[in-house]
């Protein structure tokens, strides 16, 4: 694989992940944009080149005990990586370069929201250890599994 960086994501560059995924056709752009700006979001961002190709963040307080508890559990948000390069093991790096960075943190526990139609996403997690099922249900936007990994 070529030369890669994983650098903390500027509010700045913000709008640069539109390489990644279509800004304008998501709901919630606006919404990371201003938990990014209070520091509730933490955003990294996988390039190649200079490059945005993947991203994947953490958030503090997602207001669901099953998801955060301070300065215990983390919830891991948002790990995308651009259509065409998917498929190249750049989903894991970024997951094992955000457990590194989370248990440096000293948080002890990270979870993850994934839909259950979601197999490629679901196997990765599993892969990387994320075993414990917090939830296994279903909301407005279909069935999900709230999983959880122990650091």
């Known amino acids: 694989m070529n030369d890669y960086a994983i650098d903390k994501l500027a509010l700045a560059d913000y709008s640069k992940c539109n390489n990644i995924w279509d800004m304008s056709a998501f709901?919630?752009?606006?919404?990371?944009?201003?938990?990014i700006e209070t520091g509730n979001?933490?955003?990294?961002?996988?390039?190649?080149n200079g490059e945005f190709i993947g991203e994947i963040a953490y958030v503090f307080d997602m207001r669901d005990d099953d998801?955060?508890?301070?300065n215990q559990r983390i919830y891991l948000s948002r790990l995308i990586v651009k259509k065409e390069r998917?498929?190249?093991g750049i989903g894991g790096i970024l997951i094992d370069?955000?457990?590194?960075?989370?248990?440096?943190?000293?948080?002890k526990e990270?979870?993850?929201?994934?839909?259950k139609d979601n197999i490629a996403a679901l196997?990765?997690?599993?892969?990387?250890?994320?075993?414990?099922?917090?939830?296994?249900?279903?909301?407005?936007?279909?069935?999900?599994?709230?999983?959880?990994?122990?650091?």
């Open 86 to 88: 998917r498929g190249n």
């Open 27 to 35: 709901p919630q752009t606006e919404f990371f944009r201003k938990e």
């Open 123 to 151: 196997h990765l997690y599993r892969k990387k250890g994320f075993t414990t099922i917090l939830f296994d249900g279903a909301d407005e936007d279909g069935e999900y599994l709230k999983l959880m990994k122990t650091l």
């Open 67 to 70: 998801y955060t508890i301070a």
């Open 110 to 115: 990270i979870t993850v929201g994934v839909d």
């Open 97 to 107: 370069f955000m457990i590194e960075k989370i248990k440096n943190m000293g948080y």
């Open 41 to 48: 979001r933490v955003v990294y961002v996988y390039k190649q």
